[in-house]
């Protein structure tokens, strides 16, 4: 049985007070985690190692970074090695932030190398990738995924890539209320599972889990991860409020 992920992206959100208390609510939610479910928070760099104390004895939880450079150490003021988040504890990365190809320009090549990096030290990438509204209005968004996944994770050996997570963004859909139907959700997620059976086989394609990223809600979250190839989401905004991400998280199939 593939993985169910609930994985929150705080973004640039909160204090460090403010972050104490969200974790601390979250820990005494009333979940109860299958073997095969898992929670990961995607926080901020300056509450990594508290939020990492806080979930050490929280079984099933696990602390994400929000990026990672390409380099192991250096003269890169401001950036954050992957050794760094090893050394307090983080065990995932997101990469690829629809957010951070935008804003800051980081390019599918540059994707590969971070990834690579990612697993070489034992974390676990949560790859983003997906289209913005100009490319879904042309319905042209299967080449537009297709090209972020072999241009940023095709040099994986098989078994490097089983280790991945991948979460497809609507972009469209990122923090404007509007979201995919379940059947687009469900249509794309398995055209990137069959983009990954292409290039490594099925029993391959099957092992990866694939979250939905775009407005994923207390609402829409028990019917978008029924879908079979949905296996949970990468939550924004929702992921703030320790209530509405609980219900969230419940809603794993």
């Keep these: 049985m593939r993985k169910q992920i609930a994985a929150a992206n705080w973004k640039m959100n909160l204090t460090l007070t403010q972050a104490e208390a969200l974790t601390q609510n979250l820990i005494e939610a009333p979940i109860q985690l299958q073997p095969h479910q898992e929670v990961v928070l995607a926080v901020p760099a300056p509450y990594l190692h508290r939020v990492v104390q806080l979930l050490q004895n929280k079984q099933g939880f696990h602390v994400a970074a929000q990026n990672c450079y390409t380099k192991v150490s250096g003269a890169y003021t401001g950036e954050i090695s992957v050794e760094m988040l090893n050394s307090i504890g983080v065990s995932h990365v997101v990469l690829g932030h629809s957010e951070r190809r935008e804003y800051f320009n980081e390019s599918n090549e540059m994707l590969a190398q971070k990834v690579s990096i990612a697993l070489e030290h034992q974390l676990t990438p949560i790859f983003c990738c997906g289209e913005p509204l100009s490319v879904r209005e042309a319905n042209t968004q299967n080449e537009w995924v297709a090209l972020q996944l072999k241009e940023s994770l095709y ?95 419940q809603a794993l199939q």
Excluded: M
């Design 155 to 249: 040099h994986l050996s098989p078994e490097q890539i089983t280790q991945l997570v991948i979460a497809y963004e609507p972009i469209w859909a990122i923090g404007t209320g509007k979201t995919a139907s379940s059947l687009q959700a469900q249509e794309i997620h398995a055209f990137i599972r069959s983009q990954i059976a292409a290039q490594y086989g099925d029993q391959v394609a099957q092992v990866i889990p694939v979250l939905y990223g775009g407005s994923v809600k207390a609402a829409n979250a028990v019917e978008l991860f029924q879908q079979s190839d949905v296996d949970g989401g990468l939550v924004g905004g929702a992921s703030l409020q320790a209530a509405e991400f609980t219900a969230i998280i």
